[in-house]
């Protein structure tokens, strides 16, 4: 390729970089701001770091603490939660040849891009009607409406990679289909499984509808701890940041993690990365 | 042995039906309880249960009392808006990345970062950046020229939608990118290396084989991302909570004002069986028109 073209790619991907990452990257540097400069133009890219918005948010008084723990107790159960049923419910789809096979994965995907907001108004009233208004469980099993079809969707992509013939092989050898299911498919398929764990994981911290719908105070999680700041004696900008930096990390070092699975788990396994 | 052939008949239908039913289960008792209640006068603020049997006003009052007709142009343009932008925008990086020049695999790696964030903390990010006195966007704007109105993009009615839309494309155009790229990956290259003999220029062959060949993988994303802008919540939620007036109220944003700001839950059951109708229609024409040949 001429040097021309190159410098020309590289121009115009550095334009994508600065558009794609620079709010982020902001975004970042305002958490560690002084609430007071928070404004400040022309914009400064060198000042005094300050921890106080992290410490006000997370330490004293520290009110977004216990919602850092919520968003781990909720999308950790939502995520153990949806697994049993995502596993035998892939293998089902993935081994077996039957009637109907297509029409039941464009039912699972249905669920996936159907508005949660129609789900949660009912939800909510159902939620106090058995008493478990505001409680985490409520928040668990409602999730479950997105985490199983897409935990279904792309377990099954990982299983469709374990040869069939392993498993034969272990039936030849007298095991059961069960047995055949621990010893052969669970190992083998070990790494999709971790990987749709971490991505159901992250689809359950970042989503906001169900739990400002079903949670009480004690119970909301770190993204709808955000938007209480939105107070109507002013927005603390520096608090907001905190948080929602807080609230960022844990998806993006897991999309780095996962790396060339990535396309895989955000097309729910229809595209192999 | 009949028992166990017809018990392995059988097994993979078991398999199945726990995550079918307790889905259904999830799913059917917000469906049957809309519908029930979409026929009933019920607000929470007067009382915890439905007051009286009050026929078809819910549905007319749907159109009424809410924005709906707005509210689904809104959503609609949004749709269609975002997802086209997004997925040319995606399209043009993703023909970049496949330069394979060096340093393209970290900044491949790099570019996800937008669509990780919570729709919820994309908002926010760029309400601070879009704040029409001192956010770092208008000042930009205003230094180049541009004009920038009075009260934000944001607090305009002409510009809210638009900006919602942009911060939706600047979070999902990342996704297309890389998953196109690995769509172009996917491109067996001894049919452009064909092409070429036959003498195909750049554009002929990115316009004749390139994307047929993408079509699939094209077309399982405009469904999926068209569908998540249709339900955009959480970014109307916290850019504009569907203002200036109703000019970026959508669908979703609707739904939540009435239930669980408004708790008119007799008139959000009948808005929502409307909205579920409309959903519907538009995956079901769209499964019939674009995936008529494909089986998963």
Redesign the interface.
Known sequence: METRHKVAIYAMMALVMIFFLGPIFWFILLAFRHPSEAYTLPPQLFFEPYLGNFGDTFVDPGNNAPQLLSSVIVSTGATLLSLPFALAAAYALSRFAMRGKEFIMNWYISLLIAPPIVFVIPYFILMSRIGWAGSYRAMIVTLQTLAIPFSVWLLKSFMDEVPLDLEEAAWVDGAGRFAAFIRIIIPLALPGIIVTSMFTFVFSWNNVIFPLALSKQSTTTLPVGTISFFASTGVYWGHIAATAVVAMLPPMIIFLLLGRYVVRGLTFGAVKG | MPNRYTFQRR???L??A???I??LA??L??LA??LRNSFWFWNLQMGPAPLYYSGLDNYRMVFQVTPFAVALKNTLLLGFLGTCAQFWFGMG?AL?LH?H?RG?GL?R?????????????AG???R??L?P????LP?MLEGIGFPVPPQGFLGNANTALFSIGLVDT?QW???FA??LY??LL?INEEIKEAAQVDGASGWRMFWSITLPLLRP?AA??V??RF??L??S??LV??LTSGGPGTASRT??FN??RE??VNYN?GL??AM?WL??II?SVI?NLY?FFIYRKR??
């Open positions: 097994l993979p239908y398999l199945l726990p995550s079918v307790v889905l999830l799913i008792y917000p309880f809309a990086i970049l330069t020049l393209m900044m790696a790099l570019l996800i970062m937008p669509t990780t964030l919570a729709p919820v903390v926010f990010l760029f601070y950046l704040e006195k001192g956010g770092v000042w600047w155009t990342p996704f890389i998953v690995a769509g996917s993988i399982f994303l469904m999926i569908m998540q249709f339900n919540f959480d939620f916290v669908l979703s739904l939540y239930g669980l839950i959000t059951a929502t909205v579920v959903v995956i499964l089986e998963w």
